[in-house]
């Protein structure tokens, strides 16, 4: 077991233990403000805050504040609206199509991607032989080099390339099906018909992304001390058994952490949908809220109403990140072993 | 060293990357804001002295700033015309900027109150002219000056150039491109066969057969340019019931598309799909893989488009392809237009910001543009005809598609209509989604027209988008 890799992983992200408590400390309270304080509170807290406000917090309120006008985007002038924008979005049957489908992939997408990533990152870490030490399967680095490989390649490219191999006439997988005698597939539109085309797009960003959430589990399994695995193999558990009860709950919250990321991946996608399907797809079973709000705000030169699409992409997201957090602690989250 | 130990830091570090995270979603959103408050300062007026040689009054020394839409024709034809302000007009200096994406780049610029002096408002990205067009200057007097060879521009002109960048009377687009809608094919191919150019559906149809014979479907698509087909269908419909179905479109109005003659085109257009002469699969193939498809494999033989398509596939044609047009079908033989009658208009949309710094200077630079020799260096460079009449040879400089375009130009006479509804409301991507399931087979004629119908209707029942009336 490397326990060296865990120590250089979680190294560098944790603060001193108890480092923030001290100053709440009657100490801190007398108020004896000599420069190296103040100049602390400058560096460390005043200009970030400042910064923070003046280049997050403000475009957001902005954003807010505009998605209550009729602003085209292109003048400065702009007509306060009230809700309208929102009572026109819960009624724009587009846009609603859009929002299922983002739901629909941010539920599909982090499960069967973490679940993929798990197996793999399972099998090349402790799944290997049952003898001697707990070891991953023989070549494992080998697996792990491959599998991020998807990972180096900018997301744009995947989906040109996707897109060439999904092509009718010419394409890679046509290509392959008709060779093997499949001949239904001759010049089938997997990315233009509204039976695969959600799911051919929903591929595609699985198998760019399992490889680093595998190497990203890799490394929190590698953090949990050999000697767990190995008792747990004394007591009779199966490698099944091992990664159900001994790495999940080990391993929590990296898991909760990975779900909140990739979800929040799948409610944008909004460049695999520019290179794979730049049209929302056939019948819109591909557009995404993003795609909707671009066009909207660039084509049909209606920034408030796009704003309010933002603001409702924003909510939605923040909704998944709070589902996450409380499906993790109706599950225990905070009585297992991980904390 | 073990994780477990330090309970407090991982938990920190989980809230911070969760927040990161929520954050990094969250910039669509921020993408919306602005800089900042434009300022509303008016642009100061010209203070050059207006004469015959400078009809604008362009002060000296000025700047013109100039953003080209760097695209399918480049920006080089005008640096041309910069050079050419240049030269005519001493102490002006033109800065020509390119640009892919036209409305991402100057939104910032129009809501400061600091656009550029003349726009190329061109290409995927281009600028919705009906969110801008009141801050537009008219153009009226650009096309009334005379050019550098002392002609007036107007008569210059191809006619009926300057109604596309007409809305509700006011002149404030000059479109530099002439673009001619045709069905285009290989006059070779053709001609080895012993095929003619269908002017009908039906003879679409039997042409159909006779192509399968060979091996070969009739039609084909790509799946952003599914589009191209309803540019073809509205022509075909227009030419057989006048002006009347132009208007109905044009206007936004209700039941629109079930005018006869749209339904007829229509129906037309579904018997070829349901014969099996559209070549499947176009909605999950790239549009330039589609038209390869017909220009270099010949697997389809017709393909309607606009005249732009040679110089798109220029290096995927097969050589000896001979490429040429023809005008879009009509329905029957007894249609209100004649069939040489031609859906031609004006691309590559120019307009004057009337809150530009040197509004006299871009002026001076379309009347630059459309002075014989800019218009000829295009056509000859572009394989493309400028709305200046009279540039291309006989012999197209060598180019098919050039020749046919201005012979179709010629027979159609007068009969030259076009129309503006698409591009002006945004509609084209709402379209090609109903377009590509019609081709493809799955959607019937009434849902065509049924999804069609709710996209105008969509736009027309919305009162925060301001509408054109045409007549």
């Not at chain 1, 049957?93 to 941010?106: C, R, V």
């Not at chain 2, 009908?200 to 698509?221: S, V």
Request: glycine residues 10%; neutral net charge.
């Amino acid at each position: 077991m490397t326990t060296l890799a865990s120590g250089g992983l979680t190294s560098g992200v944790s603060a001193p233990p108890g480092g923030l408590r001290r100053i709440g400390s009657a100490r801190w309270r007398r108020r004896n403000l000599t420069f190296d304080k103040i100049s602390f509170f400058l560096i460390f807290l005043v200009i970030p805050v400042a910064f923070y406000i003046g280049f997050v917090v403000s475009p957001f309120v902005q954003a807010a504040y505009f998605s209550l006008t009729d602003w085209t985007g292109f003048t400065p002038a702009m007509n306060f609206i009230g809700l309208s924008n929102y009572a026109k979005l819960f009624t724009d049957s587009t846009f609603l199509q859009a929002m299922g489908n983002n739901i629909l992939m941010a539920i599909v997408v982090p499960i069967v991607t973490l679940g993929l990533a798990m197996f793999f990152a399972t099998l090349v870490t402790v799944g290997g032989s049952t003898r001697g030490n707990v070891k991953g399967l023989r070549n494992s680095s080998f697996y792990r080099v491959i599998s991020f490989f998807p990972y180096v390649i900018p997301a744009i490219v995947i989906g040109l390339i996707w897109s060439q191999i999904y092509d009718p006439s010419a394409g890679l997988l046509n290509g392959i099906l008709t060779r093997l005698g499949l001949e239904q597939f001759t010049s089938f539109a997997w990315l233009g018909d509204p039976r695969t085309a959600r799911w051919a797009v929903m591929f595609v960003i699985i198998w760019g992304l399992v490889g680093f959430y595998m190497v990203l589990f890799i490394a929190a399994i590698k953090g949990v001390p050999a000697e767990v695995f190995e008792a747990a193999r004394i007591d009779g558990a199966g490698r099944f058994r091992t990664a159900i009860s001994i790495t999940i709950p080990l391993i929590r919250e990296n898991v909760q952490t990975a779900f909140i990321y990739i979800g929040i991946l799948a409610l944008d996608a909004f460049v695999y949908m520019a290179a794979l399907e730049p049209g929302g797809g056939p019948d819109n079973t591909t557009l995404v809220m993003a795609q909707q709000l671009f066009t909207t705000a660039f084509t049909k030169g209606q920034f408030g109403y796009a704003c309010a699409m933002g603001v409702v992409l924003a909510v939605v997201t923040l909704a998944y990140a709070g589902l996450v957090f409380l499906v993790n602690r109706i599950f225990g989250g905070k009585s297992e072993v991980g904390e | 060293m073990d994780i477990n130990s330090r309970p407090l830091g991982r938990r920190d570090f989980l809230r911070g990357s969760l927040a990161a995270a929520a954050l990094a979603a969250t910039g669509s959103l921020a993408a919306c804001a602005t800089s900042g408050t434009g300022t509303t300062s008016q642009s100061s007026a010209p203070a050059g002295q207006v004469s015959d040689t400078n009809p604008f009054g362009v002060k000296s020394p000025s700047t013109v700033d100039a953003v080209i839409f760097n695209g399918g024709y480049g920006i080089d034809y005008a640096d041309f015309a910069a050079k050419q302000v240049e030269a005519k007009q001493s102490g002006v200096t033109v800065k020509v900027t390119p640009t892919t994406k036209v409305a991402q780049t100057l939104q910032p610029r129009f809501v400061a109150g600091n656009p550029p002096d003349v726009i190329d408002n061109s290409g995927a990205g281009l600028i919705g002219i009906n969110t801008i067009r009141d801050q537009l200057a008219e153009l009226t007097d650009v096309i009334e000056a005379k050019n550098y060879e002392g002609m007036v521009i107007k008569d210059t002109l191809y006619p009926g150039v300057t109604n596309p960048g007409t809305f509700d009377g006011k002149f404030i687009v000059l479109n530099y491109a002439l673009t001619v809608y045709a069905i285009w094919y290989s006059a070779s191919l053709f001609e080895q066969m012993g095929w003619t150019v269908p002017k009908t559906y039906d003879e679409m149809l039997a042409l159909g057969e006779k192509a399968k014979g060979k091996g070969k479907y009739l039609l084909g698509w790509g799946k952003e340019a599914a589009t191209y087909y309803q540019t073809m269908a509205i022509g075909s419909a227009i030419k057989e019931g006048g002006d009347e179905v132009r208007l109905a479109l044009e206007n936004l109005k209700p039941d629109c598309w079930s005018l006869p003659p749209i339904q007829d085109v229509f129906n037309g257009l579904k018997k070829i799909i349901d014969a099996g002469y559209v070549k499947p699969g176009g909605s999950g193939t790239q549009f330039t893989a589609a038209q390869a498809q017909w220009s270099d494999a010949e697997q389809f033989i017709l393909y309607p488009s606009g005249g732009w398509i040679e110089n798109e596939m220029k290096k995927q044609t097969k050589s000896g392809f001979k490429m040429t047009g023809a005008p879009e079908p009509t329905v029957s033989s007894n249609s209100k237009m004649p069939w040489e009658a031609l859906h031609s208009t004006a691309g590559e949309g120019y307009i004057v910001p009337s809150q530009g710094k040197n509004v006299a200077g871009g002026k001076e630079f379309l009347r630059a543009m459309l002075s014989k020799d800019a218009a000829v260096n295009f056509a000859k460079t572009k394989l493309s005809s400028t709305i200046v009449k009279g540039t291309v040879p006989a012999d197209g400089f060598g180019s098919t598609a050039l020749q046919s375009q201005i012979k179709m130009l010629e027979a159609a006479g007068s009969n030259i209509f076009s129309w503006n509804f698409v591009d002006l409301y945004g509609m084209n991507t709402d379209q090609l989604v109903v377009w590509n399931s019609f081709l493809s087979g799955d959607a019937d004629v009434a849902k065509l027209t049924k999804g069609l119908q709710d996209i105008t209707d969509k736009v027309a029942n919305d009162d925060s988008i301001k509408k054109v009336q045409v007549s």
